[in-house]
């Protein structure tokens, strides 16, 4: 080592190591505590709960039947249609029977969409729910499959059929969208179907009486049991 200048103070120009000891290893300073893993927060309890609420909400809707079907609305239509069987029967001619018949049905339409309306109000029912999609997806297609053959009879002049279409494609659909509603919508819409069998194998001259049956009689009795069972 050459060192610059005298006295106390001296420069170090140039340090060179001498010795070297191989055998000499400088251990690395641990930490005796082992590092901890970075914990992620938990999500907050309220996102949690909403989460779970909605999920239970989903089950029970997918679950549930739509529980909106009037009776009252049910029995209501049964009244106006018995009216309507007795106008019909006094109609001289087929097209005044044929309108009469066409006006029950856009006006039971109307009653019945309000009556399921003023239901699920009171309930606090969604119209919109799974069950509820599911009843009219059900109930729609027969309807306007007997739509489209009451215009294909009339063309065709095969119109003794239209009371057994009718009552046959009715019952159809309120069989398909009951499945999704109470046990006894279902049932009413068995009992249609069977009045429309016989309607199509019975002579022309019991359509009047077998239409006021079914739209008139079935809708007052089913009416007034879901009435009475299931709260309005």
Known sequence: MRVLGRGRDQLCA???LTTTNARRKV??????QPARPRLVPPPALHLTAIDNLRFIRETMEGAAYFTAVSGLGEMAVGATALGAAYLAARQASFPGWLATWLGEALLAFLITVGAVVWKARRAEVSLFSAPGRRFVLGLLPPLFAGA???????????VALLPGVWLLLYGTGVVTGGAFSVRTVPVMGL???ALGAVALVAPPSWGGALMAAGFGGLHLIFGAFIAWRHGG
């Not at 251990?27 to 005796?32: D, G, L, R």
């Not at 053959?149 to 095969?158: E, F, N, Q, R």
């Open 191 to 193: 009992g249609f179907m």
């Open 27 to 32: 251990n690395p300073v641990t930490n005796p």
């Open 148 to 158: 489209l053959l009451t215009a294909v009879l009339l063309v065709s002049g095969m």
């Open 14 to 16: 140039k340090k060179c």
